[in-house]
Nanobody, 129 residues
Framework: QVQLVESGGGLVQPGGSLRLSCTVS????????IGWFRQAPGKEREGVSC????????YYADSVKGRFTISRDDAKNTVYLKMNSLRPEDTAVYYC??????????????????????WGQGTQVTVSS
């Protein structure tokens, strides 16, 4: 019943910025971790950035650290991913995902050790001139 809906994807020039949103709806659940994954054609899914639901502690993949920022708005049940200095290699389908298990840490979910229990449908991000 829980749904994660992404928005904000699109076409952007290299060096540009984009802001993705993920809104959680349905049954009210307190997710321990929520974040963003991406998958480019022919490549495996990778964790981009995740955030703890209780203390807000973030995790960033090395490839995006310093360029992307994850944030939450609990009142709106929404998590954001601000993407700056975008590169063509950032082109991928970006998925929002969440897990409500207390044992699922931000690190464990984002590095793929624990698969999230809920996924969004994905939003396409294309970085091109």
């Amino acid at each position: 019943q829980v749904q994660l809906v992404e928005s904000g994807g699109g076409l952007v020039q290299p060096g540009g910025s984009l802001r993705l949103s993920c809104t959680v709806s349905g049954v009210t659940l307190d997710y321990h971790s929520i974040g963003w994954f991406r998958q480019a054609p022919g490549k495996e899914r990778e964790g981009v950035s995740c955030i703890d639901s209780s203390d807000g502690s973030p995790y960033y993949a090395d490839s995006v650290k310093g360029r992307f920022t994850i944030s939450r708005d609990d009142a709106k049940n929404t998590v954001y991913l601000k993407m700056n200095s975008l590169r063509p290699e950032d082109t991928a389908v970006y998925y929002c995902a969440a897990d409500g298990q207390i044992i699922t840490t931000v690190y464990a979910m984002c590095v793929g050790r624990i698969n999230p229990t809920h996924w969004g449908q994905g939003t396409q991000v294309t970085v091109s001139s």
